[in-house]
């Protein structure tokens, strides 16, 4: 019933720590409560069974491309173009909320990097497209103040964080687009963030909001031990090659 190594960041040579030690007891526990759910909801969608991992609930996606499906909540519900919205706040002087429709109005830019999860696998040469962050950023006239960003979703639970050089990087998307298509629901769609040199936990998925702040909060698998600076290679005791 798993597909894939339960890999942690301290099976590569790093201590365990204690709060990676408490991370993999939660999500024991995540996934007993919730892997039927998952199953439930996925089986039209998923070729093979579902599984626990180290991040989060996943099954291999057909005609994927390599890609492993990973949600931490059971059920997500599907926005679009009708009813999709991503809001900037916290401390900037302009808040803003975007449509879809004004996120596919602006610049885009394109992308072709690897991609690698902090569980081993990765992705070849894949295209991402979407608004840099950078320019949501600039739109919203970032305070003096903002050290860092939080990401949240609308699947009620994951978050992600970034310091604000890090969100300023050319490389780090608003995405709407994956593998030269629109992102569907299972790769996070319509909406999600992309930071190609980072380990892809931190390339949140049903990506709502967008938080200025004064400090870093650790993102959901932060909290749970994993590296809050995730740039691959030089984080979580990995040494895969960079992406970016
Ligand atoms: N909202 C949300 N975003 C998420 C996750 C998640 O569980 N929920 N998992 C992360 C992890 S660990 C990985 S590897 C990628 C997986 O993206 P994919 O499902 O498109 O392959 O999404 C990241 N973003
Ligand atoms: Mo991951």
Same mark, same amino acid.
């Given at each position: ?132 962050? #950078?320019?949501? %950023? =600039?739109? $919203? ?6 050290? /860092?960003? &939080?990401?949240?979703?609308? !699947?009620?639970?994951?978050?992600? #964080?970034?310091? %604000? =050089?890090? $969100? ?6 608003? /995405?709407? &687009?994956?593998?030269?298509? !629109? ?62």
């Amino acid at each position: 019933m798993n597909p894939e190594p339960t890999e942690d960041p301290g099976a590569q040579g790093r201590p365990v720590g204690r709060r990676v030690f408490l991370g993999t007891l939660g999500l024991g526990a995540l996934g007993v409560a919730t892997a039927p759910a998952l199953q439930r909801g996925l089986e039209g969608i998923l070729g093979a069974v579902a599984g626990s991992d180290p991040t989060g609930l996943s099954g291999l996606l057909p005609n994927g491309g390599g890609f492993r499906y990973y949600s931490v909540a059971a059920s997500v519900p599907d926005r679009g173009p009708a009813d999709y919205r991503l809001t900037v706040d916290g401390l900037v002087d302009r808040p803003h909320t975007y449509t879809l429709d004004d996120l596919r109005g602006m610049p885009q830019n394109r992308l072709v990097r690897d991609v690698q999860c902090v569980t081993g696998w990765r992705v070849p040469g894949t295209p991402f497209q979407g608004v840099r962050l #950078s320019r949501l %950023l =600039d739109a $919203a006239g970032v305070r003096p103040s903002a050290r /860092a960003i &939080r990401f949240t979703c609308f !699947d009620g639970t994951y978050s992600e #964080s970034l310091t %604000l =050089d890090q $969100a300023r990087r050319p490389d780090v998307l608003v /995405a709407l &687009r994956m593998q030269d298509k !629109d992102i569907g629901h299972d790769h996070g769609g319509p909406v999600r963030l992309y930071v190609a040199p980072m380990y892809f936990y931190k390339s949140a998925k049903w990506l709502s909001g967008i938080t200025v702040t004064d400090r870093v909060r650790p993102g959901y698998w932060e909290n749970l031990g994993y590296d809050v600076d995730a740039w691959v290679g030089r984080s979580n005791g990995r040494t895969d090659e960079p992406t970016s």
